[in-house]
């Protein structure tokens, strides 16, 4: 049962001018309008067999304004050019005892086996109000793809998908997902009718098999269970634009790929569930030449492994610029985490706000790896505790680092003695920063450091340094160092032009 545009008056200027959608009839032979097809508008009835026999290639549907309820998934693959738009249109899933099939999700658009050429899919609002009604509203995988305004209403409660999954099936191909909101979040699985048939719940966006170049604008995610946006599988570039991501387990925001970026995206961590484990802000991997820029991240319920940004062993270069970072709470929990085996990473334009128990706010861990970091025009201020003995601002253990123009201030909590950079590794340089702390400004243990043209100054009546015995070949130039260097035992320590008050 298809109707081509001009057999239901879609095609007329009148008509394409007043419709929000009539500028994208000309892309398709056939548009039809499903109530005129024998969609139900209300809400009563299935539509799904309707869209069944609507079904074809090179085919819009439009929805007008009305509800529109879905007891069974309808799928469409192979396709070379297909759209599902609505007009202030509003799906209704039923519960999760009386969806009938595979309780999965609404509109299955493309496999990996039999993907998509172009799909449209826009206009959507999902009422999952009622008690377990969560489910995938859709899975888009084509070459191409445009997803544009679907806000999922209500908690995700039944335990199966989370709202949306998208892939870029051809490498050159491009897919936009803009403006999908899913702001209540899901339930974790054992608090659901599915328990005991998933691992852990839902993920609010799933997209880990992409190959092309995939966009993510101004989306909305809340507090899922097993990650809030995960796009950190498959060889293509991840680009997340704006956004608001809040409370998800495991990261709110997970991405890898060749040259991903991650701009101008709001991450909170203001709530934790009992079951959550783990709530970092951004975890980025499997990859090179990852990008953060401009991201505002701010948590202040942590869990012991939710780190603000964990950049992981399996990421190969990144870049963190222009992001301010503030951390706060009752436990120990650290800010910037530079994973052992990741490659080189710069950190620039930063700042950290650190107010918990204890913790780093940048820790750079021990590696075998010499790939440079760099930390250049980074802020770090708070007061924290050293609950845990994780009491320094910067704790650098991996060789070849370099700290420029780094402002540090480390008063420590309640009287707490904390230090603004200890080192351990080796070839690490301080150049024209600014270290303050309430124990000593910088501890070395590692070898061949240089502090040149800095100002350390402890405010708890220490020496501006501290070199213990393991330190070896230390060179300091033209600092001002307040109450001059505390040496331990260290060996062949330079000193030339330094003042010392």
């Given at each position: 049962m298809v109707a081509c545009a001009a057999g239901i008056g879609l095609t007329s200027t009148a008509a394409a001018s007043s419709d929000p959608y009539g500028h994208y009839y000309d892309d398709y032979a056939t548009v039809v309008d499903v109530?005129?097809?024998?969609?139900?508008?209300?809400?009563?009835?299935?539509?799904?067999?309707?869209?069944?026999?609507?079904?074809?290639?090179?085919?819009?549907?439009?929805?007008?304004?009305?509800?529109y309820f879905m007891d069974e998934q309808f799928r469409f693959t192979g396709f070379d050019n297909f759209g599902v738009v609505g007009e202030n249109a509003t799906l209704i899933p039923a519960n999760f005892h009386e969806f009938d099939g595979p309780q999965y999700r609404l509109f299955r658009l493309g496999v990996s086996y039999s993907p998509g050429g172009h799909l449209r899919f826009e206009g959507f609002d999902?009422?999952?109000?009622?008690?377990?009604?969560?489910?995938?509203?859709?899975?888009?995988?084509?070459?191409?793809?445009?997803?544009?305004?679907?806000?999922?209403?209500?908690?995700?409660?039944?335990?199966?998908?989370?709202?949306?999954l998208f892939n870029v099936t051809d490498p050159d191909g491009h897919g936009i997902v803009e403006r999908f909101r899913a702001p209540d979040g899901g339930a974790w699985v054992d608090n659901t009718p599915n328990a005991g048939n998933r691992w852990r719940g839902p993920i609010g966006i799933e997209a880990n098999q992409n190959v092309g170049t995939l966009e993510f604008r101004h989306c909305w995610l809340g507090g899922f269970p097993n990650n809030g946006l995960y796009a950190a599988g498959g060889d293509g570039r991840i680009i997340v634009h704006?956004?608001?991501?809040?409370?998800?387990?495991?990261?709110?925001?997970?991405?890898?790929?060749?040259?991903?970026?991650?701009?101008?995206?709001?991450?909170?961590v203001d709530s934790t569930r009992p079951e959550d484990r783990s709530q970092r802000g951004i975890r980025i991997e499997n990859?090179?030449?990852?990008?953060?820029?401009?991201?505002?991240?701010?948590?202040?319920?942590?869990?012991?492994?939710?780190?603000?940004?964990?950049?992981?062993?399996?990421?190969?270069?990144?870049?963190?610029?222009?992001?301010?970072?503030?951390?706060?709470?009752?436990?120990?929990n650290h800010g910037i985490v530079v994973s052992p085996d990741t490659g080189e990473t710069t950190i620039v334009e930063t700042e950290i706000t650190h107010e918990t128990a204890g913790g780093y706010p940048l820790w750079i861990r021990e590696s075998d790896r010499t790939e440079q970091i760099l930390a250049e025009h980074?802020?770090?201020?708070?007061?924290?505790?050293?609950?845990?003995?994780?009491?320094?601002?910067?704790r650098c253990e991996r060789d070849n680092c370099r700290f420029s123009n780094v402002d540090i201030s480390q008063r420590g909590r309640d009287g707490v003695e904390r230090n603004a950079i200890v080192n351990t590794g080796a070839d690490l340089t301080v150049y024209q920063s600014d270290l303050r702390a309430s124990q000593y400004p910088f501890v070395d243990l590692g070898a061949d450091v240089v502090v040149r043209d800095s100002t350390l100054?402890?405010?708890?009546?220490?020496?501006?340094?501290?070199?213990?015995?393991?330190?070896?070949?230390?060179?300091?130039?033209?600092?001002?160092?307040?109450?001059?260097?505390?040496?331990?035992?260290?060996?062949?320590?330079?000193t030339w032009e330094n003042t010392y008050e």
């Open positions: 109530t005129e097809a024998g969609a139900d508008d209300t809400g009563t009835e299935s539509i799904t067999p309707v869209l069944e026999d609507l079904r074809s290639d090179d085919t819009l549907l439009v929805f007008p304004e009305g509800e999902v009422d999952q109000s009622a008690p377990d009604t969560g489910i995938r509203t859709i899975e888009a995988t084509a070459d191409r793809f445009e997803v544009r305004d679907v806000t999922i209403d209500g908690f995700h409660d039944s335990g199966t998908w989370g709202p949306g704006g956004g608001w991501f809040r409370n998800s387990n495991g990261a709110n925001v997970r991405v890898g790929g060749q040259g991903s970026e991650i701009r101008w995206p709001t991450v909170e990859g090179r030449n990852i990008e953060i820029h401009g991201a505002a991240i701010e948590i202040t319920s942590p869990k012991p492994t939710s780190h603000a940004i964990s950049v992981m062993n399996t990421c190969e270069s990144a870049r963190i610029d222009n992001t301010r970072l503030d951390v706060r709470g009752a436990d120990v980074l802020t770090i201020s708070g007061q924290a505790g050293d609950a845990g003995g994780f009491r320094d601002g910067i100054e402890s405010s708890g009546g220490q020496q501006a340094v501290c070199l213990y015995d393991a330190s070896t070949g230390a060179t300091f130039k033209k600092n001002r160092l307040v109450d001059g260097i505390r040496d331990l035992g260290a060996s062949d320590v330079t």
